[in-house]
C-alpha cells in the first residue's frame, strides 16, 4: 500500500509548547484519527504539514513529494476543512466558490452542483446563515469539488450535534470508499470508533503512539472496582479514574494475570484515553 | 498572480476601498491641504486590510494552491492598482488645475499647494509611505495592522506640512505654483523614485517576513 503522507520527526518549538519529533505516516484510502487532549499539539502538526506553521525542523512527504519543493502542487491535490473556523463570513458561498474553483486545474463543476445538493448547501446563503455542521460540509463540499485526494480535518466535528456528526462520520466513511484518504484531528474520541482505521495519539507534543485502531485498544484492559488493588498491582496501573461505582483502572493486556479476580475487560478508545492523561 | 489579484479584487476587497478612489476628487479643493486627498486613498485600502482580517482571508489564500510569496505579492498589486486608479485621476485633475483653472478664481489665489507636479510627487510619497510602513508593518504579523497605519499617519502628515510649508520658503515659491514649475519636477520625481523603491524594497521585506510568520 503506498502512502499518502509521511511525517519524520516534526518539531516546532513555542515559547511555553514543543512539538517534539512527530513521525506518522497515512496509508492511502485509509481514515486516521489525530487524538490528544487539547493543547497536545494536534493543530500544530495539521498546519505544520500544510505550511501554515513554519516547523523548526522534520520531513513532510505527500505522496512522496517533499512540501517544501511541490507545494502548489501538493496543496492541488489536497483539501483542509478546519472545524469552527470560516472564511468570508458575509458573502454568500456561490460567490466564495466561484473565486476557489479559479485555483484548482481539477476543478468539477458537476461535482460542485452534486455536493451542493448532497449537503442540501444554499450557493444564496452567506456563510454566516450556515450552522456549523453546514459550514463544514460547505468547506468539503469545495475540497471534494476540486477531486481532493487527501482531506486535512481539524477538529471538524467539534460543535456538531450528535445526529450532524454521525452524519459526517458516515460521509468520511462514504469518501473513502471513493478512494480519498482522511487525516483528521478530534478530541471527541468516541467519533474515531466509528471510522478510524488507525490513530496518532499526541501526549505534550509527543506521539505516544501511531498504530491500527484495534492493534492500540488490545493493548490495554480495564479493571472496574479496582478500589482495594495492592500493592504490586497498584505498580501495574497506567492510570486511575474514579466513577460513581468506584475507581477503575487501566493495565495492559500481559498484567491481566496479575487482576483476574477483577476480570479485567476491553477498554473503549475514550477510557484508555482519559486513563492515560489522568494525573498522577 | 492574475487569479489572485482577481480574488482580492472580488473576494477580499471592501466595497468602501473603491468609493475611496472617490477622494482624488480633493485635487479640486482649494484651500485645502489637498496632499491629504493620497491620505484617504490609503484610508480606503486600510479597510481592506480589516476586512481581510476579519474575514480569515490571510489563512484562506495561504491555504489555495499557491507560494506565501505570492499571498504578499497579491496583496501589494491590490494596494498598487488601487493608488494607480485614484493617482490617474489626481493626474487629469492636477492638468486641469495647472491649465484652464491656473489662473481662475479662487486656485489663483490659493494659500495652500496648488494641484501642481510638485503635488502629484508629494501624493507618490505619500503612497510610497503606506506601501513601506504600513504593508511591511502589516506582514511582520500578518494581524496587526494598528500601529504600522498609526505610524503611517504620523509620517505622511508630516509629508503634507512639509508640501505646505516649502513654498514659502525663500526661493521655493515655484512649488507652490498653480502652473507647471522646473523645481516642481524635483518632487515629482523625488515621489517616482520612492515609490518605485520603497514599494520594490517594502516587498521584498513583507515576503521575508511573512515566509517566517506562523498563521
Known sequence: MSMALEVTDLCKDYPTFHLRNVSFSLEEGSIMGLIGRNGAGKTTTLKSLLGLVRPASGRILFWGMDFADHEAEIKQRIGYVVGGTSYYQRRKIGEIAHVTRLFYQNWDDGQYRHCLDEFSLDENKCLLELSEGMKVKFNLALALS??????????????????????????????????ATILFSTHIISDLEKCADGITYLHEGRVLTSEGLSTFREKYRLVTHADDLSDTQKERVLGIRRNREGHTALILKEDVSAFTELSPDIPDLETIMSHLEAEE | MKTLLRKEMTLTAAPITYFFIAFAVMTMFPGYPIVMSGFFTCLGILYTFQFAREYNDILY????????????????????????????????????????????????????????????????????????????????TAYKYGRPFIVFCVV?????????????????????????????????????????????????ASMRSFSRIDL
Not at chain 1, 485526494?149 to 473513502?176: A, K, Q
Not at chain 2, 485633475?93 to 494641484?115: F, H, K
Not at chain 2, 505619500?126 to 508593518?137: D, E, H, R
Open chain 2, 156 to 204: 505622511s502628515f508630516v509629508v503634507a506640512a512639509v508640501g505646505e510649508v516649502l513654498p514659502h520658503l525663500p526661493g521655493l515659491g515655484a512649488l507652490g505654483a498653480t502652473t507647471a514649475e522646473p523645481l516642481q519636477g524635483v518632487v515629482l520625481a523625488v515621489g517616482i523614485l520612492s515609490f518605485a523603491l520603497g514599494t520594490a524594497c517594502s516587498l521584498r
Open chain 2, 61 to 140: 489564500t495561504a491555504l489555495l494552491p499557491v507560494s506565501r510569496d505570492d499571498v504578499v505579492r497579491a496583496k501589494f498589486a491590490f494596494t498598487v492598482c488601487i493608488e494607480a486608479m485614484t493617482f490617474l485621476i489626481t493626474i487629469i485633475l492636477a492638468i486641469v488645475r495647472m491649465t484652464a483653472l491656473a489662473n481662475v478664481e479662487p486656485y489663483a489665489s490659493n494659500p495652500l499647494m496648488g494641484a501642481n507636479l510638485a503635488f502629484l510627487g508629494y501624493v507618490l510619497i505619500v503612497y510610497a509611505l503606506f506601501n513601506t510602513v504600513f504593508l511591511s508593518g502589516f506582514f511582520k
Open chain 1, 146 to 179: 476540486h477531486h481532493a485526494e487527501l482531506l486535512i480535518l481539524d477538529e471538524p466535528t467539534s460543535g456538531l450535534d450528535p445526529v450532524s456528526r454521525e452524519e459526517l462520520l458516515e460521509l468520511f466513511m462514504d469518501l473513502v470508499d471513493r478512494g
